[in-house]
Nanobody, 117 residues
Framework: QVQLVESGGGLVQPGGSLRLSCTAS????????MGWYRQAPGKQRELVAS??????????DYTDSVKGRFTISRDNAKKMVYLQMNSLKLEDTGVYYC????????WGQGTQVTVSS
């Protein structure tokens, strides 16, 4: 089965930046739309950023709360997807996961992002 491994989280002050990385074991990675999801404490997991497959040109989309601050990108040759997070806010705290946008694969362990002063 597909394995997803997220990394790059940590503790950062408000206004700081982090870059998350995710590697996937799926050989057809390039043909899948990918997303970064966030699960804040006590809340459901939500999709915050997505990027389409190579077929659809790698178009990106963001939830309103992160637009202009987060950037999703992918390296299909390395089977990796990234999330550059700038101007972090307290409400960005949560566990971040990557996964396929449609019909998610088994979830990885996620990476914890804590924004705190």
């Amino acid at each position: 089965q597909v394995q997803l491994v997220e990394s790059g989280g940590g503790l950062v002050q408000p206004g700081g930046s982090l870059r998350l990385s995710c590697t996937a074991s799926e050989n057809a990675f390039a043909f899948n739309g990918m997303g970064w999801y966030r699960q804040a404490p006590g809340k459901q997991r939500e999709l915050v950023a997505s990027i389409t497959s190579i077929v659809l040109g790698g178009a990106t989309d963001y939830t309103d709360s992160v637009k202009g601050r987060f950037t999703i990108s992918r390296d299909n040759a390395k089977k990796m997807v990234y999330l550059q997070m700038n101007s972090l806010k307290l409400e960005d705290t949560g566990v971040y996961y990557c996964n396929r946008v449609n019909d998610p694969w088994p979830w990885g362990q996620g990476t914890q992002v804590t924004v705190s002063s």
